[in-house]
T-cell receptor, first 115, second 113 residues
């Protein structure tokens, strides 16, 4: 199993440009999450999904959109990037039941810089 | 509201024990977690404890849970330079079905040779 993978690993955008971050998991997990990590702020939840075709807002959803058309993929979109969206983005997934089912498995992260 | 607090920095000498502390507010939490983040990498689950336990030991790691004080600690015995990382405490509130975790800001552990 590859676990949770994220594409791309690094990206530099100009203000106003758009992009999509892709998260894929091969563990058949129902739940998927997008976080951003900023110095001194810890992990903040952007959006999450409890199953294929469903999405919900987290703590900091503004400026982002998501889609979960397939169970294994969770896409995070930035329609018009702003410097405040410079961050490291992490995707995570988890299964719904069983021992330790609250464990979230993380991808390696995408480092995004908006100039 | 729900909150998880932990100290931001800890520095120890190689071979000593490290103790990282965490306090949380949600008494309904079912699982409490310690995640480890090495430089440039994602987070990995280090260990977790169920809320009906007081202690869990796994090789060099000991987790202590004091539910009365809502205090969680992670002890790393014989700390090695490879243990240098950021350690996140997280709780899983019982309420809701979306299984969101409440995260601390992370404790940066520096191990000095």
């Amino acid at each position: 199993n590859a676990g949770v993978t994220q594409t791309p690993k690094f990206r530099v955008l100009k203000t106003g440009q758009s992009m999509t971050l892709l998260c894929a998991q091969d563990m058949n997990h129902e739940y998927m999450y997008w976080y951003r990590q900023d110095p001194g702020m810890g992990l903040r939840l952007i959006h999450y999904s409890v199953g294929e075709g469903t999405t919900a807002k987290g703590e900091v959803p503004d400026g982002y959109n998501v889609s979960r058309l397939k169970k294994q993929n969770f896409l995070l979109g930035l329609e018009s990037a702003a410097p405040s969206q410079t961050s490291v983005y992490f995707c995570a997934s988890r299964r719904t039941s069983g021992a330790g089912s609250y464990e979230q498995y993380f991808g390696p992260g995408t480092r995004l810089t908006v100039t | 509201g729900e909150d998880v607090e932990q100290s931001l920095f800890l520095s120890v000498r190689e071979g000593d024990s490290s103790v990282i502390n965490c306090t949380y507010t949600d008494s309904s939490s079912t699982y409490l977690y310690w995640y480890k983040q090495e430089p440039g990498a994602g987070l990995q689950l280090l260990t977790y404890i169920f809320s009906n336990m007081d202690m869990k030991q796994d090789q060099r790691l000991t987790v202590l849970l004091n539910k009365k004080d809502k205090h969680l600690s992670l002890r790393i015995a014989d700390t090695q330079t490879g243990d240098s990382a950021i350690y996140f405490c997280a709780e899983s509130p019982n309420a809701g079905n979306n299984r969101k975790l409440i995260w601390g800001l992370g404790t940066s552990l520096a191990v000095n040779p």
